[in-house]
Protein backbone atom coordinates (compact mmCIF):
# COMPACT_ATOMS: atom_id res chain seq x y z
CA UNK A 1 0.00 0.00 0.00
CA UNK A 2 1.39 3.40 -1.10
CA UNK A 3 -0.96 5.45 0.16
CA UNK A 4 -2.64 6.63 -3.06
CA UNK A 5 -5.93 5.20 -4.10
CA UNK A 6 -6.44 5.02 -7.99
CA UNK A 7 -10.27 4.20 -9.24
CA UNK A 8 -11.34 2.45 -11.07
CA UNK A 9 -8.84 0.05 -11.93
CA UNK A 10 -10.36 -0.82 -15.20
CA UNK A 11 -12.54 1.23 -17.79
CA UNK A 12 -13.43 0.77 -20.82
CA UNK A 13 -15.56 3.64 -22.63
CA UNK A 14 -16.20 4.06 -26.13
CA UNK A 15 -14.96 7.28 -28.52
CA UNK A 16 -18.17 9.56 -27.29
CA UNK A 17 -18.17 8.67 -23.71
CA UNK A 18 -17.22 10.82 -20.65
CA UNK A 19 -15.75 9.16 -17.79
CA UNK A 20 -13.41 10.45 -14.85
CA UNK A 21 -10.87 8.92 -12.88
CA UNK A 22 -9.61 9.35 -9.41
CA UNK A 23 -6.99 9.46 -7.33
CA UNK A 24 -6.65 10.11 -3.47
CA UNK A 25 -3.35 10.45 -1.48
CA UNK A 26 -3.32 9.87 2.07
CA UNK A 27 0.39 10.50 2.64
CA UNK A 28 -0.20 14.83 3.74
CA UNK A 29 1.54 15.67 0.21
CA UNK A 30 1.37 18.84 -2.15
CA UNK A 31 1.81 17.73 -5.53
CA UNK A 32 -0.36 15.21 -7.31
CA UNK A 33 0.41 13.84 -10.87
CA UNK A 34 -1.18 12.53 -13.72
CA UNK A 35 1.51 9.83 -15.56
CA UNK A 36 0.34 7.61 -18.84
CA UNK A 37 2.00 4.51 -19.16
CA UNK A 38 1.85 2.92 -22.91
CA UNK A 39 3.86 -0.35 -24.23
CA UNK A 40 6.98 0.32 -24.78
CA UNK A 41 7.15 3.94 -23.95
CA UNK A 42 8.44 5.66 -21.19
CA UNK A 43 5.94 7.11 -18.64
CA UNK A 44 5.09 10.16 -19.68
CA UNK A 45 4.23 12.73 -17.45
CA UNK A 46 0.66 15.13 -18.06
CA UNK A 47 -0.22 17.17 -15.58
CA UNK A 48 1.48 18.53 -12.28
CA UNK A 49 -0.69 20.40 -9.69
CA UNK A 50 1.36 21.75 -6.49
CA UNK A 51 -0.93 22.82 -3.97
CA UNK A 52 -4.20 22.74 -6.07
CA UNK A 53 -2.45 24.92 -8.88
CA UNK A 54 -1.23 23.48 -12.13
CA UNK A 55 2.28 23.87 -13.04
CA UNK A 56 2.78 22.05 -15.59
CA UNK A 57 0.89 20.80 -18.93
CA UNK A 58 3.08 18.55 -21.03
CA UNK A 59 0.94 19.38 -24.10
CA UNK A 60 -1.87 17.03 -23.26
CA UNK A 61 -4.89 17.29 -25.76
CA UNK A 62 -7.89 18.69 -24.29
CA UNK A 63 -10.07 15.47 -24.60
CA UNK A 64 -8.37 15.00 -21.34
CA UNK A 65 -9.00 17.68 -18.47
CA UNK A 66 -7.54 17.75 -14.68
CA UNK A 67 -9.28 18.67 -11.79
CA UNK A 68 -7.55 19.11 -8.61
CA UNK A 69 -10.03 20.85 -5.72
CA UNK A 70 -7.62 19.88 -2.94
CA UNK A 71 -4.66 18.50 -2.40
CA UNK A 72 -5.34 14.92 -1.20
CA UNK A 73 -7.83 14.48 -4.80
CA UNK A 74 -7.11 14.66 -8.16
CA UNK A 75 -9.63 13.75 -11.37
CA UNK A 76 -8.69 13.29 -15.06
CA UNK A 77 -11.82 13.78 -16.73
CA UNK A 78 -11.89 11.96 -19.86
CA UNK A 79 -13.95 12.91 -23.47
CA UNK A 80 -14.19 11.65 -26.97
CA UNK A 81 -11.04 10.13 -26.60
CA UNK A 82 -9.23 8.05 -29.20
CA UNK A 83 -8.11 4.18 -29.48
CA UNK A 84 -4.31 5.62 -28.92
CA UNK A 85 -5.40 6.84 -25.72
CA UNK A 86 -5.83 3.48 -24.55
CA UNK A 87 -3.02 3.12 -22.02
CA UNK A 88 -1.77 2.52 -18.29
CA UNK A 89 -3.10 5.77 -16.18
CA UNK A 90 -0.91 6.68 -13.08
CA UNK A 91 -1.29 8.90 -10.22
CA UNK A 92 1.33 10.21 -7.81
CA UNK A 93 2.51 12.12 -4.98
CA UNK A 94 5.26 13.90 -3.50
CA UNK A 95 5.75 16.50 -0.77
CA UNK A 96 6.61 19.30 -1.86
CA UNK A 97 6.55 18.44 -6.37
CA UNK A 98 10.51 19.00 -6.46
CA UNK A 99 11.31 17.29 -9.46
CA UNK A 100 14.21 15.42 -7.21
CA UNK A 101 11.40 13.83 -4.94
CA UNK A 102 10.13 10.18 -4.20
CA UNK A 103 7.33 10.05 -6.10
CA UNK A 104 4.13 7.56 -4.97
CA UNK A 105 2.48 5.61 -7.24
CA UNK A 106 -0.79 4.50 -7.25
CA UNK A 107 -1.76 1.20 -8.98
CA UNK A 108 -3.14 2.46 -12.22
CA UNK A 109 -6.08 2.55 -14.24
CA UNK A 110 -6.09 0.68 -17.09
CA UNK A 111 -8.41 2.60 -19.98
CA UNK A 112 -9.53 0.73 -23.14
CA UNK A 113 -10.85 2.79 -25.73
CA UNK A 114 -12.90 1.05 -28.13
CA UNK B 1 15.64 18.69 -23.04
CA UNK B 2 16.70 15.47 -21.07
CA UNK B 3 16.89 11.70 -22.97
CA UNK B 4 17.34 8.84 -21.48
CA UNK B 5 17.94 5.50 -23.09
CA UNK B 6 17.95 2.18 -21.29
CA UNK B 7 19.45 -1.11 -22.14
CA UNK B 8 18.73 -3.98 -21.91
CA UNK B 9 14.74 -4.09 -22.58
CA UNK B 10 14.75 -7.63 -21.30
CA UNK B 11 16.65 -9.41 -19.20
CA UNK B 12 16.86 -13.01 -17.87
CA UNK B 13 18.88 -14.39 -15.13
CA UNK B 14 19.31 -17.42 -13.10
CA UNK B 15 18.32 -17.68 -9.62
CA UNK B 16 21.24 -16.62 -7.53
CA UNK B 17 23.19 -14.30 -10.49
CA UNK B 18 23.55 -10.81 -10.85
CA UNK B 19 21.78 -8.37 -13.04
CA UNK B 20 22.88 -5.34 -14.29
CA UNK B 21 20.52 -2.31 -16.25
CA UNK B 22 22.09 0.45 -17.72
CA UNK B 23 20.82 3.86 -18.52
CA UNK B 24 22.07 7.14 -20.34
CA UNK B 25 21.43 10.56 -19.94
CA UNK B 26 21.81 13.37 -22.73
CA UNK B 27 21.69 16.84 -20.34
CA UNK B 28 24.93 17.55 -18.29
CA UNK B 29 22.76 19.28 -15.71
CA UNK B 30 20.97 16.75 -14.49
CA UNK B 31 21.82 15.70 -11.02
CA UNK B 32 18.87 13.10 -9.37
CA UNK B 33 18.79 9.53 -10.61
CA UNK B 34 16.24 7.41 -9.25
CA UNK B 35 15.27 3.53 -10.13
CA UNK B 36 11.64 2.72 -9.66
CA UNK B 37 10.85 -1.11 -9.75
CA UNK B 38 7.17 -2.04 -10.87
CA UNK B 39 5.66 -5.40 -10.26
CA UNK B 40 2.28 -6.81 -12.09
CA UNK B 41 -1.00 -4.76 -11.46
CA UNK B 42 1.17 -2.17 -9.62
CA UNK B 43 2.46 1.54 -9.99
CA UNK B 44 6.12 2.32 -9.69
CA UNK B 45 8.15 2.17 -6.31
CA UNK B 46 11.57 3.80 -5.88
CA UNK B 47 13.90 1.37 -4.56
CA UNK B 48 17.26 3.63 -4.90
CA UNK B 49 18.33 6.70 -6.00
CA UNK B 50 21.75 8.51 -5.93
CA UNK B 51 22.53 12.31 -6.81
CA UNK B 52 25.62 13.42 -8.74
CA UNK B 53 27.80 13.94 -5.34
CA UNK B 54 28.32 10.58 -4.79
CA UNK B 55 29.31 7.72 -7.71
CA UNK B 56 27.82 4.40 -5.67
CA UNK B 57 25.14 4.00 -3.42
CA UNK B 58 24.41 0.17 -1.75
CA UNK B 59 21.53 -0.78 -0.18
CA UNK B 60 21.23 -4.47 0.99
CA UNK B 61 21.43 -6.39 -2.60
CA UNK B 62 20.68 -3.55 -5.08
CA UNK B 63 23.53 -0.55 -5.96
CA UNK B 64 23.44 2.17 -8.06
CA UNK B 65 26.57 3.71 -10.15
CA UNK B 66 27.27 6.72 -11.96
CA UNK B 67 29.43 8.19 -14.07
CA UNK B 68 28.97 12.03 -14.70
CA UNK B 69 31.90 12.44 -17.52
CA UNK B 70 30.11 9.96 -19.52
CA UNK B 71 26.80 10.31 -18.53
CA UNK B 72 25.46 6.99 -17.59
CA UNK B 73 24.58 5.39 -14.64
CA UNK B 74 23.75 1.49 -13.71
CA UNK B 75 21.14 -0.68 -11.32
CA UNK B 76 23.10 -3.84 -9.99
CA UNK B 77 21.49 -6.59 -8.02
CA UNK B 78 23.16 -9.13 -6.43
CA UNK B 79 22.27 -13.09 -5.58
CA UNK B 80 19.00 -12.35 -7.33
CA UNK B 81 15.65 -14.11 -6.21
CA UNK B 82 12.42 -14.61 -7.90
CA UNK B 83 10.60 -12.02 -6.02
CA UNK B 84 12.88 -9.76 -8.28
CA UNK B 85 10.75 -10.04 -11.46
CA UNK B 86 9.61 -6.96 -12.32
CA UNK B 87 10.23 -4.09 -14.78
CA UNK B 88 12.73 -1.59 -13.85
CA UNK B 89 12.36 2.14 -14.93
CA UNK B 90 15.63 4.38 -14.89
CA UNK B 91 15.27 8.24 -14.80
CA UNK B 92 17.32 11.64 -14.71
CA UNK B 93 16.29 14.94 -13.97
CA UNK B 94 18.19 18.57 -13.31
CA UNK B 95 16.17 19.27 -10.54
CA UNK B 96 14.11 22.52 -12.23
CA UNK B 97 13.04 20.07 -15.06
CA UNK B 98 10.03 17.14 -14.34
CA UNK B 99 11.91 13.66 -14.06
CA UNK B 100 12.14 11.69 -17.66
CA UNK B 101 12.13 8.11 -17.39
CA UNK B 102 13.40 5.33 -19.56
CA UNK B 103 11.69 3.05 -21.42
CA UNK B 104 12.20 -0.20 -19.22
CA UNK B 105 13.54 -3.09 -18.66
CA UNK B 106 11.35 -6.66 -17.81
CA UNK B 107 13.88 -8.75 -15.70
CA UNK B 108 12.88 -12.27 -15.23
CA UNK B 109 14.61 -14.40 -12.26
CA UNK B 110 14.34 -18.37 -13.50
CA UNK B 111 14.37 -20.07 -10.53
Known amino acids: ETGVTQTPRHLVMGMTNKKSLKCEQH?????MYWYKQSAKKPLELMFV???????ENNSVPSRFSPECPNSSHLFLHLHTLQPEDSALYLCASSPQGAANEKLFFGSGTQLSVL | GENVEQHPSTLSVQEGDSAVIKCTYS??????FPWYKQELGKGPQLIIDIRSNVGEKKDQRIAVTLNKTAKHFSLHITETQPEDSAVYFC??????????FGKGTRLSVIA
Open chain 1, 27 to 31: LGHNA
Open chain 2, 27 to 32: DSASNY
Open chain 1, 49 to 55: YSLEERV
Open chain 2, 91 to 100: AASSGNTPLV
